[in-house]
């Protein structure tokens, strides 16, 4: 039986060294329970908690891991400190040009019952209304554009005591990360930040780009729609897009867009109007000067900061299908909210062991057909199963009574069947 031990102990010390450094000062059963969680979620690729406590190979009945496990995460909230602590571990990394992505998502919860605190949510796959929870996400895209790291993810109900908007909990989010990372970053946020409360809560040194939805606007001291306006608005420049299919093949758009100025709210903005094939016109505002730049550079580089929201919506495919953490069935809120910062911090440490040594290894053993890809993730983490699931040596190690230490029991067959 061909096994992977020695590449399963290198990512295994990666994980709980990452994990150690994430939970200082957080008492020792709670950050046994995180590590462990954190390896079951990677070692089954799924959420559900009888998955991971299998995964964990416990000489304790399973139905007693599970409600360990349950109960320890479920305590305190702990997604301050989680977020907190990462947070100020990526400060160095993030620079002026960085590309700070915020968006929203949900939590789909139609047959649940006993979930506490479900709420009325809307399904952005479907338009339809339904029981689940919210949630609003923060990630660093890096230079080059081709990898994503997780900064933030914050699970919430309109239904938990304390709930003031939706608009105050994206604020609460871009608040914490503003007071981290000061003037550095720019901020990239679609239709549902476009409100004048948002804008003018950036100062001058914060910048943004934002996608603007429907609304009035004023330009050259006129009204009109925003829509019936960019529609029929002349566009005099053009650049071309590439995108990747879900095939992998490559393909190129041509986008034509123009750079105007407009108002509304008693705010002048610099707006980049763009139309993509096929479809219809949208607008794009920034509070960033154009320090000597002509119209077309400008335009380009709103064009270029607001297409890494693709890179995003990628990361975030990835944590609902590798992870599947809309099928989480905690009971307690504190414990759903603790699960998703668990899982931004796994995302998070795929997206580190991309630049260790062993991720060659890993992409070799999660068998890909192609040497190349966009988004390397996918092929991470299924490496990573892949050798988490062929191990013969036990994922953490557990006393025994038995004087000469031997493995237990469940572990015996494995070595059988290697020597």
Known sequence: MQHYS???????????????????????????????????????????????????????????????????????????????????????F????????????????????????????????????????????????????????????????????????????????????????????????????????????????????????????????????????????????YMQISSIKKSGKQINKNVAFTTREIAFGGEVFNATVLKLEDHKACVLISNQDKNGMNDYEYGKMLIEQYGCRWSVEEKIRFEKTQFNYENIRLQKLTGLKNMMAIINLLSSFISDIYWKDISSKIVEVARVLKKEVRFEYYRLAEGIKRIFNKRIRPPFKYKTTNSLGYFPRSYQLAFFEVF
């Open 94 to 237: 993030v620079e002026k040009k960085s590309i700070i992505v915020i968006d929203d998502s949900d939590i789909n919860k139609p047959r649940s019952k006993k979930q506490e605190g479900l709420c009325l949510i809307r399904d952005a796959s479907t338009g339809e209304f339904g029981k689940g929870y919210n949630i609003i996400y923060s990630t660093l895209v890096s230079a080059d554009r081709k990898q994503v790291k997780s900064l933030t993810t914050s699970l919430y109900s309109s239904s938990e005591k304390g709930f003031k908007s939706r608009n105050d909990e994206r604020d609460k989010t871009l608040r914490r990360l503003k007071a981290e990372f000061g003037d550095n970053g720019v901020y990239v946020m679609d239709r549902g930040f476009s409100n004048i409360g948002v804008f003018r809560s950036f100062k001058k040194n914060h910048k943004y780009v934002v996608r603007l939805k429907s609304r009035n606007i004023i330009y050259k001291n006129k009204v009109f729609d925003m829509n019936e306006w960019a529609n029929r608005l002349s566009l005099e420049s």
């Open 6 to 92: 020695k590449q399963f102990g290198i990512i295994k010390q990666h994980l709980l060294t990452y994990f150690n450094q994430k939970t200082p000062g957080l008492s020792p059963h709670i950050r046994r329970t995180i590590n462990e969680i954190s390896y079951g979620v990677l070692d089954s690729g799924d959420v559900v908690f009888s998955n991971i406590a299998r995964s964990l190979n416990e000489k304790n009945t399973l139905q007693k891991t599970i409600f360990r496990l349950s109960q320890n995460i479920s305590k305190k909230d702990l997604t301050k400190t989680l977020n907190d602590k990462h947070l100020k571990d990526l400060k160095p």
